[in-house]
């Protein structure tokens, strides 16, 4: 559902004109934002995914004073400590993946009783316009929100019109 969300706020900035404060930034460590993707395409995900997360959320820190990153750092702080003491896997409601009749992937197991380990779990339904399903989680939801505000609300650094004066 990332690629939704991302997709749908860099339509939205592109159509608000927004598009173009995103490159006008100072990140710190960009570098550490395409990296993990790539890491968790590749063997060894037991290892490889904790440390792509580590290294988004050290993206974000880094850059918290950019709009919308503590939010997106928040939610992967949630989802990261939710997946430690899952056994590096989020957990997922089994009748929440009944209802939208989805399957499990490499990151994710299915659980039937909510504990403490699974408050923070993916067991929100969400059906997309165009037929996607997924099942997210509170953490996902924080990510989600983060991305909207960095790419769709005007950056502080832009600069307001100016007025004229009014002329007597």
């Keep these: 559902m990332m690629i939704d969300v ?3 706020a860099l339509l939205l900035s592109t ?3 927004n598009i173009k404060n995103v490159l006008k930034y100072n990140y710190r460590g960009l570098y550490l934002f395409a990296i993990p993707f790539v890491l968790q395409l590749l063997p060894w995900k037991e290892i490889l995914v904790p ?3 580590a290294m988004l959320l050290l993206f974000f820190i880094w850059n918290r004073d950019i709009p919308g990153f503590k939010l997106m750092a928040a939610g992967a ?3 990261g400590f939710t997946m430690s ?3 590096g896997k989020m957990p997922v409601w089994e009748p929440t993946l009944k209802l939208l009749n989805l ?3 490499f990151k994710h197991i299915a659980f039937t009783e909510f504990s403490w380990k699974t408050l923070l779990a993916d067991y929100i339904p969400v059906y997309l316009p165009w037929g996607r399903k997924f099942v997210i989680s509170v953490g996902d939801i924080l990510v ?3 991305v909207f505000i960095f790419f769709v609300l005007k950056p502080r650094f832009q600069t307001q019109p100016s007025r004229a004066p009014h002329e007597s």
């Design 85 to 87: 003491v899952n056994g």
């Design 103 to 105: 399957d499990l992937d």
């Design 77 to 79: 702080i949630l989802n």
């Design 6 to 8: 991302f997709l749908i």
């Design 15 to 17: 159509l608000t004109g």
């Design 51 to 53: 440390v792509s997360f």
């Design 144 to 146: 989600f929100i983060g």
